[in-house]
C-alpha cells in the first residue's frame, strides 16, 4: 500500500510543499492511544507525539491531531520520538461540544467522505433520528448514506425503507444484513481507492458487525497494535483507520461511536421551529409554558404538526438533560484532576519548559 491508498493526492501534496521545504514528512494518522499517535507515512508506520508547542496554540484542541488527519511529521530516524509538527488543512470533520464548555468544539475524526448511519430494522426506526443524524453528518461535509441494517429479521422491510426515505431528504437508503452470507455490495459500491468511509448510529444496530464484514480478515493480521499500558501490560488496541487492500479505507473510534444525537443542536433538526422562534417574546424561550411563544401559537393556530411539535419538546428535554449530565462530569473529571495534583503537575511544568527551550 502506498499514501495514496490512504488518500494521499496532487491537492494535499501541493499544499504539502512548504513542509517538506521544511524537512517534514506527509503522514496520516491512524491511531491515538494515550496521546501517542500512530501514523502512517510513506512506507512504514510509527509511533509519534504532537509537538509540544502544538498542545498550547490558541486554536486550542481543533490544533490537536485526531484519527484520519493528515499531518507534517518530523521524522526522528535514531530515536522514538517522532514529532507530528502540524495538522494539515481537514476536507472534511465530525466534532462534538467539549465536556461542560459551551463553545469549544472537539474534533473526533477527519477527512471522512462518506458517513453510512446505521439503524437496525429490529427496532422502529423514527424519522427524526435519522433527520438529526443527517444533520450531524452534512455538518461534518461528508456524504450521508442511510443504512438499514437486520433486514433478516423483517418479512417486508418495503415500509420502513419508504419512511426512511421520506427523512433522509434525497440521501441514498439501502437495506443490508450483516448476517447473511450475501456480499454487501451496496455499501462496497462506495468504497474506492484513498476514499475513507465512516460509521455512526446508535450503539447495537450492527456497526461492527459490519465494520467486520467491510475489513474482514485483515484486521486481524495487520490491523492490531501491541502497545504498553500504563502499568507496563501489554495491551492489544485496534487500529482506528483501517486500509483495505480490496481498496478505500475504515474510519471506527469510540469518538465516532459515541457521537450521539445530542451532539447536535435540537433546533438544527427542526429549522422550522427556528424560524417560528423568531416571533416568540423570550430569545431564550424554550417553547413550552413561556408566555408570547410564537411556536405554540403557531401549532394552535394548526400550522405546525402537534405530532412535530411533540417531538422537538421531547428531544430539547434529553439534550437538557443530557447536557446537564455532562457538565456535571466534567465538573468531577475537574475535580479529581485537581487532587492527582503536585506530582504529576512538576513533570508537566518540566516537559513543558524543555519544550520552551527546544522551539
Ligand atoms: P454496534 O453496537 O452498532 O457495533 O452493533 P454490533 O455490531 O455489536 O451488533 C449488535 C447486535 O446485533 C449483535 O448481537 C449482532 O450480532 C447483531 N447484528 C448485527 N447485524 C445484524 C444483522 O444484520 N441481523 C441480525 N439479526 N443481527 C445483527
Ligand atoms: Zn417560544
Known sequence: LSLADFGWNAVREGAFAVHAAAGLVPGRVVLEHNHVFRVRVADSEILAESAGRMKH????????PVVGDWVAVRLDTVGTRSQIREVLPRTTWFSRKAAGRETEEQIVAANIDVVFIVFGLDIHVKSNA????LVLARRSGATPVIVLNKSDVVDDAGPMREDAEQAAAGAPVHVISARTAEPLSALEAYFAPGRTIALLGPSGVGKSSIVNRLI???VLPTGEVREWDSRGRHTTVHRQL????????VIDTPGMRELQLWDTDVVDAF?????LAAGC?????????EPGCAVKAAMERGQLDDGRYASFIKLQAE?????????????NEAKRSGKIGSKALKALQKERQKEGRES
Open 57 to 64: 496554540r490558541a486554536e486550542g484542541r481543533q490544533a490537536l
Open 130 to 133: 435519522i433527520e438529526r443524524y
Open 216 to 218: 474482514g480478515n485483515e
Open 242 to 249: 483501517v486500509a483495505r487492500a480490496r481498496g478505500g479505507l
Open 271 to 275: 429549522d422550522d421551529i427556528a424560524a
Open 281 to 289: 417574546r423570550f430569545r431564550d424561550c424554550l417553547h413550552d409554558r
Open 319 to 331: 439534550q437538557l438533560d443530557m447536557e446537564k449530565r455532562r457538565d456535571e462530569r466534567a465538573l
